[in-house]
């Protein structure tokens, strides 16, 4: 079977860092054929290694040159050249997020819909990290017992000033559609979605522009209410150094924490809950014992994720982030601004429409002038693990 041709879209720091581990050949049976950006200079070093440019991804999804295409442009762009993709007969991966808000989303996924023989995914990547691997698979196990809890702390995603520099449409309303939440830590609230499902209720309290020259969120704290009852906090800022990065899941049957490279399971000896109904004193509690989960690093996690992707489309191999997944991520980040500019807590699922509205006022209200300079190459590989 010939290898699966793709074309990348897209050749920013995420966009780069996919084309080098496909250009060292990372992902088997498939070839990068085809790159797109519409500045011109950046193809240049990609044309010498004999792939096809072009500098309008339209042109490159109507080519004929490609069976796939992976989209890595600003966010705005993941919708329409999703939709336009899959009409044009392609299989498609889409960067996080898979849209800008969720209206946006729900009108990708009624594509996706309407052509169910074409393979949609999202790049999930942290969905192959060992480190989530194990942790979801103690709560399908019910090792934790009834979830009460879950508190992420994600404040380690501190960002320069001339991070933002770096392009006219990073931290604006107009360019990006949010802040920290929907850039930053969108992959977090994914292993949120992915591993506890849907909230019930969001109350979202958020600064704007708090720690750098930007109009979008920079720091911020959700409450969650699930529908069994378990209450969650998320905190997250590119403003905070050095930042905390630390996941515990409390249950009735113990807690996970999950600090520093380590994932702790601090384990009852009974359940909790039980153990208050049945104890005969007021001030005795389970024993508990600890445990280390050991874990490793993937290696190689977007290459691990776009082989999942190329088996699903050639052998039929289920896939490990459905593009329907990308949803929850977007609606959670969305919610949380929403919730926070209203000044009140909202029900899910939330109205993507109330909520393109309401992003439409800020782009049309907005007096934020961007400044923009060039900036020096750096490693984004560093960014990943979170």
């Known amino acids: 079977m010939p290898p699966l041709r793709l074309g990348l879209i897209g050749l920013g720091n995420i966009g780069r860092h996919h084309a080098g581990y496909l250009l060292e050949g990372r992902v088997p049976r498939c070839e990068l054929v085809a790159v797109c950006n519409p500045t011109a200079a950046k193809l240049e070093p990609y044309s010498t290694k004999g792939l096809q440019t072009f500098t309008d991804p339209r042109a490159l999804i109507m080519s004929g040159a490609v069976d796939a295409v992976l989209i890595a442009t600003p966010h705005y762009d993941h919708a329409p050249l999703g939709i336009a993709a899959l009409e044009a007969g392609l299989h498609v991966m889409v960067e996080k997020p898979i849209a800008a808000h969720k209206a946006d989303a729900e009108r990708l996924l009624e594509c996706a819909d309407r052509h169910p023989d ?79 499902g849907r909230p019930s209720k969001v109350r979202g309290f958020c600064h704007f522009g708090q720690w750098h020259q930007i109009e979008v969120e920079d720091q911020v704290t959700a409450w969650f209410e699930y529908p069994d009852g378990a209450t969650g906090t998320f905190l997250s800022s590119t403003g905070e150094a050095p930042g905390t990065n630390r996941l515990e899941v409390a249950g009735s049957r113990g807690r996970l924490v999950l600090e520093n490279n380590r994932l702790t399971f601090n384990q009852n000896a009974s359940d909790a809950l039980e153990w208050s109904r049945t104890a005969t004193v007021g001030f005795s509690k389970p024993e508990v014992s600890t445990l280390e989960i050991p874990f490793t690093d993937a290696p190689h996690p977007h290459a691990t994720l776009l082989e999942n992707f190329v088996a699903a489309i050639l052998d039929g191999t289920p ?68």
């Not at 979801?136 to 009460?148: A, D």
């Not at 990073?170 to 977090?188: D, I, M, P, S, Y």
């Not at 919730?339 to 909202?346: F, I, K, M, P, V």
Request: charged share 25%; aromatic share 10%; proline share 2%.
């Open 319 to 386: 896939l490990i982030a459905p593009g329907r997944d990308g949803l929850g991520s977007v609606e959670l980040a969305n919610a949380i601004v929403h919730s926070s500019l209203r000044g009140e807590t909202l029900d899910l699922p939330l109205s993507g429409v109330a909520w393109e509205r309401e992003l439409q006022r800020l782009i049309a209200e907005s007096r934020f002038t961007k400044q923009t300079r060039a900036v020096a190459a750096e490693d984004f590989a560093a960014s990943f693990r979170r």
């Open 118 to 196: 074409r393979v949609f995914a999202g790049m999930f990547q942290l969905r192959v990290e060992p480190r989530y691997a194990r942790i979801r698979s103690l709560l399908e196990e019910g090792q934790l017992g009834r979830i009460q809890r879950v508190t992420w702390i994600n404040t380690d995603w501190f960002r320069t000033e001339t991070y933002y520099a770096s392009g006219g449409w990073r931290a604006t309303w107009k360019g990006e559609g949010g802040g920290v939440l929907l850039n930053q830590c969108l992959h977090n609230l994914d292993v949120l979605s992915w591993l506890f």
